[in-house]
Structure formats: structure tokens, C-alpha cells
Nanobody, 119 residues
Framework: QVQLEESGGGLVTAGGSLRLSCVTSGSRFVFNDMSWFRQAPGKEREFVARSTWPSTTDYSDSVKGRFTVSRGNAKNTVHLQMSSLKPEDTAVYYC?????????????WGQGTQVTVSA
């Protein structure tokens, strides 16, 4: 029932910027924790950034200072502003919502959006 959908990926030159967005449908409550992960071909999915309501953020060392995660104005939306992009940032970026409401544990993922950074 709950569905997350990412958008904003594309092809950019090294040093460029992209803004990813994630929107949620079908949820009946506000997600406390929303995160971004990425997965490059042949590699494991890795953590990128996290936004914990209302304004706590966390970043991987590889993107700290270059990426900014923020919650959107609409319920259960999250953005990832990426700047100073490097070829190593090339990956499929996934939106994630995870947490617990009482005994109910949720862990939702989007389908991903491709980010390609050329040298």
C-alpha cells in the first residue's frame, strides 16, 4: 500500500549538481526517519544521508559537505541536494523510510533513480 518514488536523477558532468526528490503515497502516518541510499554496479547498497524528524541529519563521510538532505513541505517527502558531484557518486539512489509505530515496524523502499556523473 505504501509506495515511495524517487525522481530527479540524470546525467551530469563532474562538479555539477542534482536535486533528488522522494514522495510517498499510501501512508497514514508521518515517517520519522527517511534516508537516501545508493548502489553502484557490482557494489553493495550504502548509506548516503538520513533525515530524522524534525531536523536532525546524518551523512556518510563520502558525501558530507557536498550533499544536503531535507524534509519536504508535503508529508513524507524528502530531498537530496547534491553538489560538487564526482564520478564516484554514480549509482542508483534509493529512498528509504524506516521506523516503528508501537509494535508495527516499517521499512519501505523506492525503485531508485539513476545518477550518472561523467568525468
Amino acid at each position: 500500500q505504501v509506495q515511495l518514488e524517487e525522481s530527479g536523477g540524470g546525467l551530469v558532468t563532474a562538479g555539477g549538481s542534482l536535486r533528488l526528490s522522494c514522495v510517498t503515497s499510501g501512508s497514514r502516518f508521518v515517517f520519522n526517519d527517511m534516508s537516501w541510499f545508493r548502489q553502484a554496479p557490482g557494489k553493495e547498497r550504502e548509506f548516503v544521508a538520513r533525515s530524522t524528524w524534525p531536523s536532525t541529519t546524518d551523512y556518510s563521510d563520502s558525501v558530507k559537505g557536498r550533499f544536503t538532505v531535507s524534509r519536504g513541505n508535503a508529508k513524507n517527502t524528502v530531498h537530496l541536494q547534491m553538489s560538487s558531484l564526482k564520478p564516484e557518486d554514480t549509482a542508483v539512489y534509493y529512498c528509504n523510510a524506516r521506523g516503528m509505530i508501537g509494535s508495527y515496524e516499517y521499512d519501505y523502499w523506492g525503485q531508485g533513480t539513476q545518477v550518472t556523473v561523467s568525468a
